[in-house]
């Protein structure tokens, strides 16, 4: 055979023939999840969602939703946080454009337009899609729904704190700063603005540096709150809850909040909506046990959960050098309170609280680490919601795949593939000692058999005997 080579110029054909277009053999993980997805009827169902928010007859054809959606399930496989990326991904793999119904010749939709799908679909559309997720794994019976665990983490949201201005005058960082400056009679009234490097100097000087969200907002993202991150840093950001079942690793609830609400103040709605959630889903199940960290313990919480609701509360209690005084508590209070403590020192409270902090965690460790939500690159609460719903849909969607054909994402069979390598291995190292046991001298295969009528143990010969 001749060696090819590659031409430094190239002249692109002026018509290509259809069977001379380029084809994909496919990826066997996205072929699974399609061949689910069919199953399932979900692109009719997710067109006769989206209809009433498109106008009918009018205009040329939007995007498909059900590419849409896909698109966004890609973000979490392949772990981009970008719209950009996502685009970018889906029109350079066959193997994804096939997954998204793009036909050879045609372009994939870009990021504006998933801007745009994005921004005419309301929340409610999205938290929908999230529901007939669910329903998916209750056709699979993957939904038991009655011990559930919730935390939560941080967002970085798409505002630097360098931009926050203060509320009430609209002062930036810096105006502020020149400010305290003329108040402490550093500079005149009628001096020239202080240089960004005497800025600097003077702020690293003073003491008692903090900033409220009361006082500070970002003028590009108003939802935006100032929170202190999981590495200690201090960011713009939203807080992001879950609500799982513990026994799957089913997310039933994947709530969005601003970053300055307390988890106690929180935990009760997340509750609530897990709950609506699994009904809507078709399951019959009911939330009897909620396990939380002890950052959602709360008097007034535990007291809600253990009087107006079904929840059975474990929550851990933070240690405290004091005991509890309860003088200035109503009775209901002190009840709650101690029975959510007799529960958490029991042998199942320790139990659940030590799959709580792996599963829950693990939750968060697939959608916000290896699916790329940990960064939003969106503005406003509601946008973070329709994406980050999407994402927890997408790692219910991991649950059942992996359920079903033992690969949660298109990544895992890399896994798999290293397991099936170790196994050939085995059986073929296995095979080897086979074959050269049957060829040993039939009068060494004798010594080497112990009767089965021996009734006394015996020492094995040795092969020099």
Known sequence: MAMGKRE??????????????????????????NGLLGEAGFDRWVENLCEPHYAGGLGRPSVPPGVYFRMLLVGYFEGINSQRGIAWRCSDSLSLREFLGIPPGEESPDHSSLSYIRNRLPVEAHAAVFVRILALAEEKKLLKGQTVAVDSTT?????????????????????YLARLMQEQGLIAEGDERPSDEELRKFDKARKNKKVSNDEWMSPTDPDSRIARMKDGTTHLAYKAEHVIDLDTEIIL??????????????????LHQAQINQQEAGSEQEIKDAVADKGYHSTETITNLDQYTTYRSYIAEPASPHDRVWTDKRPEQKRAVCNNRRRMAGDRGKKLQRLR??????????????????????????????????????HNLG????????????????????ELEE??????????????????PARLVDSLTIPRAATTLEPTPTLAA
């Open 8 to 33: 430094t110029e190239q002249q692109q054909d002026l018509f290509i023939t259809y069977d001379r277009l380029p084809r994909s053999p496919g990826h066997v993980f996205y072929q699974k999840l």
């Open 155 to 175: 967002l970085e949201a798409n505002a630097a704190m360098k931009s926050i201005v203060r509320r009430d005058t609209g002062e930036d960082w810096n105006d």
């Open 253 to 270: 609830a994947a709530e969005i909040y601003n970053a300055d609400f307390h988890d106690a103040a929180t935990l009760e709605d997340s």
């Open 357 to 394: 902090s792996e599963r829950v965690e693990r939750s968060f460790a697939h959608v916000c680490e290896t699916g790329g939500a940990r960064r939003t690159w969106l503005a406003g609460i509601d946008k973070v919601r329709k994406r980050y719903l999407m994402s927890a849909a997408a």
């Open 399 to 418: 649950v059942v795949m992996r359920t079903l054909f033992k690969m949660g994402t298109p990544r895992g069979l890399q896994q798999f593939r290293t």
């Open 423 to 440: 196994l050939v291995s085995s059986l073929h190292l296995a095979w080897l000692a086979v074959q050269r046991f049957s060829t040993l």
